[in-house]
């Protein structure tokens, strides 16, 4: 599975992005995808995830009431809304798969055998 993340930029507080991340190769009942972000010198953060069967979503609280994670199964394809965007939520942002996911990782970047490039959004006046 190769992923290639798209969607990152410059934005203001209070404004909002999209994300987008497209998924090729097989993928199985439990194929997952997720969202990370990463400022340097920081851990790895869970932002959201969702499963292809069964639909399961989740959200890191962070996350919760401005981001929405939705995806497309025939494409492929992970988008994550993000709305009232705080300076906090600058980093750079990965997308992640796996086709073995269990619900009780889906939070785990571990977990993830497959990673994206990476897309930088900052947020800021």
């Known amino acids: 599975v190769q992923l290639q993340a798209s969607g990152g930029g410059l934005v203001q507080p209070g404004g909002s992005l999209r994300l987008s991340c497209a998924a090729s190769?097989?993928?199985?009942?439990?194929?997952?995808m997720g969202w990370f972000r990463q400022v340097p010198g920081e851990e790895r953060e869970f932002v959201a995830a969702t499963r292809w069967g069964g639909g399961s979503t989740i959200y890191a609280d962070s996350a919760k009431g401005r981001f929405t994670i939705s995806r497309d199964n025939a494409k492929k394809t992970v988008y994550l809304q993000m709305n009232s965007l705080k300076p906090e939520d600058t980093a750079v942002y990965y997308c992640?798969?796996?086709?073995?996911?269990?619900?009780?990782?889906?939070?785990?970047?571990?977990?993830?055998?497959?990673w994206g490039q990476g897309t930088l959004v900052t947020v800021s006046s």
């Open positions: 992640a798969a796996d086709n073995q996911m269990i619900l009780s990782s889906m939070r785990t970047g571990s977990a993830y055998d497959y």
């Open positions: 190769g097989q993928t199985s009942y439990r194929f997952t």
